[in-house]
């Protein structure tokens, strides 16, 4: 898969940008501020369905504008013809995605039509930082491979929301009946259950990719584990080894709704949900050690960029064909060393770059498509 073409009006800084990407090494380079990244998050938005900044849809239309719009054209391995996407953001009203020019009802319709694994400085901290960034992680690595994983975890996302609404309002001496809390058990354990799945068996999946990449990277003296931590049981691999389940593991989802339900009274003093697989982690060690305690700078940095590897084979691998690669920044977070290796290892797939001085690390790189940026335009150099 690769993106052919995109073009962007009244996007962020971006009035009117169009271009054209090679199906090798794309560079977008100038100075800060200018709308490099912007671009990226523009092309990432068809893999996701919103920012990897994590703001309102709103936010992203240009200053004085009533809306932005979006086009993406985009190619599978074998085919002959590109797959147009579209998305209309409006100050007012509901954004409009299309595929092929027929409107889809939401993000689930677009799923898989076009994957792309982002890596940015913030994911230099996959292995130090919080357990949600970890989540964050696998949530968004599965969502582009299952329209169903984007279901469960919406509905999950939203009956947490309304449970724990319903802890403070308890809090607060309104009277809350036990269907209702039965009622939010079933919902969180039922969905959740599906996710604490997928996220386990995405887990032992990426073990074996991050476990390849790092042993590249320490001619095999170093050995990274990787286990998904659930706070309710062992989730079991779903049948025949499948990623993906039509249905949640019942023993799973009956031992989450019994924790959902074994100390209300502490949820409503703390006025928030204690149990759920949004309290869960992914834990990882090297050669025994917590990794998150003990694991140098480098060695984090290293594993970081494996999981990353690791998450565009496995698009690969399930998706067919693969992803786009979109590197924010992160060639001067990098040291020479992994910066010549994750170049080795992208190897004839397609990637987006920005940066600031590309020359410093990309001379000698044949076949690059560079793109200068300024002002919110952009040129081809």
Request: charged share 25%.
């Amino acid at each position: 898969m690769y993106a052919v073409s995109l073009s962007l009006e009244n996007y962020r800084n971006l009035p009117d940008a169009s271009l054209t990407l090679s199906p090798g090494i794309n560079v977008l380079w100038g100075d800060n501020a200018q709308g490099k990244s912007n671009i990226l998050e523009g092309l990432y938005y068809f893999a996701r369905g919103r920012s990897f900044r994590g703001v309102p849809d709103r936010l992203l239309i240009r200053t004085g504008c009533e809306f932005a719009s979006l086009r993406l054209s985009c190619r599978r391995e074998g085919d002959t013809h590109d797959t147009e996407l579209g998305a209309v953001i409006p100050q007012h009203g509901r954004k409009r995605l299309t595929r092929g020019g027929a409107p889809l009802s939401g993000m689930r319709e677009m799923v898989g039509a076009f994957r792309a694994v982002l890596f940015c400085p913030e994911h230099l901290t996959l292995i130090s930082g919080s357990p949600a960034l970890r989540r964050s992680f696998l949530d968004i690595a599965a969502a582009q491979l299952s329209p169903q994983y984007v279901a469960a975890l919406s509905v999950y996302t939203r009956a947490l929301a309304e449970r724990n609404a319903l802890l403070r309002q308890a809090a607060e001496g309104e009277n809350v009946g036990s269907d209702q809390w039965e009622v939010y058990a079933e919902q969180l354990a039922r969905s959740g259950a599906y996710l604490a799945q997928v996220r386990s068996a995405y887990v032992r999946r990426l073990e074996g990719h991050v476990a390849s990449c790092f042993a590249d990277m320490t001619d095999g003296r170093e050995k990274p584990t990787l286990r998904y931590q659930c706070t309710a049981q062992t989730p079991q691999d779903p049948q025949e080894g499948e990623l993906f389940t039509p249905a949640p593991d019942e023993a799973l989802r009956a031992s989450m709704a019994a924790a959902l339900t074994s100390d209300i009274p502490r949820e409503i003093r703390a006025g928030t949900t204690l149990f759920g697989v949004h309290r869960d982690d992914l834990t990882i060690e090297l050669n025994g050690e917590a990794a998150k305690l003990y694991a140098s700078q480098g060695q984090t940095r290293s594993l970081a960029l494996a999981m990353k590897l690791a998450e565009g084979a496995i698009s690969r691998d399930i998706g067919g064909g693969e992803p786009v690669y979109l590197l924010d920044d992160v060639f001067s977070e990098l040291d020479a060393a992994r910066r010549e290796y994750l170049l080795s290892a992208l190897g004839d797939r397609q990637v987006v770059i920005t940066s600031c001085e590309p020359e410093t690390w990309i001379s000698g790189v044949s076949g690059v498509a560079w793109f200068r940026v300024r002002n919110g335009t952009v040129e081809t150099r």
